[in-house]
């Protein structure tokens, strides 16, 4: 089973050091917005030469050729995962697919669906669509698989229904993790690390569960327990 994936919800490389510092075993890291932003490319080659994995989460979306052009860029990087939005439509992802591919074979491209802090008024208010928010999540990851895309991020709470729909290959990393006595924060669609099994997700993506801990070396080991079923063993 995959390990589970932790955000590094930091701005500073310096806090970054810091908390990895913290483990003794290879993690899956999630490089997003903020962190990357801050920092450059550098934060990547630095978590990489420590020997962990990494899922850059930029979410882009811009016309086909600007994000083309951007995935060759990252597509040199040495990154194991990274993400557009679906909404950019169908021309946008098979440009990426095909840069990103091209530059990294092994890599893996995702589409961002709906993210977890949309809860279906949001979607039906803001987005004026006659389709549900699980159809809606269900249609993007249509189009990402028909784009040529390894996968989506979705809610768990869609992670089931778009493998009956799409197949069990086609990967769903899903946020929006916790434990019960944590906070929920900005997120609205959340479930427990043992419910993400259940609901088939392939990957789980938890932020500051972890990060936020005063001992996450701990809350990781109890996370990815309950995720990998081996909790109380």
């Not at 040199?76 to 074979?105: C, W, Y």
């Not at 039906?124 to 928010?133: A, D, G, N, R, Y």
């Not at 392939?202 to 569960?209: A, N």
Request: no cysteine; aromatic share 6%; net charge negative.
């Amino acid at each position: 089973m995959n390990v589970p994936i932790i955000a590094l919800d930091f701005r500073e490389f310096d806090t970054v050091k810091d908390f990895l510092g913290k483990f003794d075993e290879k993690l899956f890291v999630k490089v997003g917005m903020e962190l990357y932003l801050s920092n450059g490319p550098k934060v990547v080659e630095e978590i990489r030469q420590m020997g962990h994995d990494i899922f850059l989460d930029l979410k882009l979306y811009d016309i086909p050729n600007t994000v083309g052009k951007s995935m060759e860029s990252l597509g040199r990087l040495d990154i194991q995962m990274t993400n557009v939005h679906a909404q950019g439509g169908t021309a946008m992802m098979k440009r990426a697919a095909e840069s990103f591919k091209d530059n990294n074979p092994d890599g893996r491209l995702i589409a961002v669906t709906q993210l977890t802090s949309m809860s279906e008024e949001m979607v039906q208010k803001e987005h004026q669509t006659v389709l549900s928010l699980t159809d809606s999540v269900v249609h993007y990851a249509t189009l990402a698989k028909e784009a040529g895309l390894d996968g989506v991020v979705s809610s768990p709470l869609e992670s089931e229904i778009i493998h009956e729909k799409l197949g069990p290959e086609f990967l769903t990393v899903t946020p929006g993790i916790r434990l019960p006595e944590d906070s929920k924060d900005d997120q609205v669609r959340v479930v427990t690390p043992v419910d993400a099994k259940d609901m088939k997700s392939d990957y789980i993506v938890v932020g500051r569960s972890i990060t936020q801990d005063d001992n996450p070396r701990d809350k990781y080991k109890r996370i990815k327990a309950l995720w990998e079923g081996t909790a109380g063993e």
